[in-house]
């Protein structure tokens, strides 16, 4: 079955390089129909969007943060590595990362159909 | 950059119909998708390419998009339907999320 896991440090101090892992199963990286997103929840508030890549390695940022987004996947290990630098208390968030699915060669229909569990991350010194 | 409003919430008694709408610049010439997410847990798709149901959800939830608004629809509304609701786009290969609304069943 399909399964995504997030992983990474539960707390990071302010300035410092947060780096994320999404390690997932049950379908390939380089599957044409599925790519990797990244969305991230502060306490209490709504989802953001943070970063996407394709199976093809092409790649999308959040236009407020992509100064400070770097998404990468080894397809091999079946991860998508997400990097956002420069942290603030307010990214303190949990952070999810999801499948999406294309259901057509054209993939003009794409959601995200799987998510991980989501892994707090608190920004404190 | 494109955005999508929300409510920030909705009410509605046990059994009737709930409305949620997502509001957005010639929102019908795209796709829209609707997300659940209860209570510390992972948002859920409920509806994607505007009205189609994932195998799983019930029928009761629907969808519709035209003009600049979707609207996720959920008739006789159960208990077990309060959550927070996200809208959902894709501008170009960015992703867009509305700010969510919070159903209450009352």
């Known amino acids: 079955q399909v399964t995504l896991k997030e992983s990474g440090p539960v707390l990071v101090k302010p300035t410092e390089t947060l780096t994320l892992t999404c390690t997932v199963s049950g379908f390939s990286l380089s599957d044409a129909r599925m790519g990797v997103t990244w969305i991230r929840q502060p306490p209490g508030k709504a989802l953001e969007w943070l970063a996407h890549?394709?199976?093809?390695?092409?790649?999308s940022y959040s236009t407020s943060l992509k100064s400070r987004l770097t998404i990468s996947k080894d397809t091999s290990k079946s991860q998508v590595v997400l990097s956002m630098t420069n942290m603030d208390p307010v990214d303190t968030a949990t952070y999810f990362c999801?499948?999406?699915?294309?259901?057509?060669?054209?993939?003009?229909?794409?959601?995200?159909?799987?998510w991980g569990q989501g892994t707090l991350v608190t920004v404190s010194s | 950059s494109y955005e999508l409003t929300q409510p920030p919430s909705v009410s509605v008694s046990p059994g009737q119909i709930a409305s949620i709408t997502c509001s957005g610049d010639k929102l019908g010439d795209k796709y829209a998708y609707w997300y659940q997410q209860k209570a510390g847990q992972s948002p859920v798709l409920v509806i994607y390419?505007?009205?189609k149901r994932p195998s799983g959800i019930p029928e009761r939830f629907s969808g519709s998009n035209s003009g600049h608004t979707a609207t996720l629809t959920i008739s006789g509304t159960q208990a077990m339907d309060e959550a927070d609701y996200y809208c959902?786009?894709?501008?170009?290969?960015?992703?867009?999320f509305g700010g969510g609304t919070k159903l209450t069943v009352l």
């Open positions: 890549i394709f199976s093809n390695d092409e790649k």
């Open positions: 390419q505007d009205s």
């Open positions: 959902q786009t894709w501008d170009s290969s960015t992703v867009v």
């Open positions: 999801a499948r999406s699915y294309c259901t057509s060669g054209s993939c003009y229909v794409r959601y995200f159909d799987y």
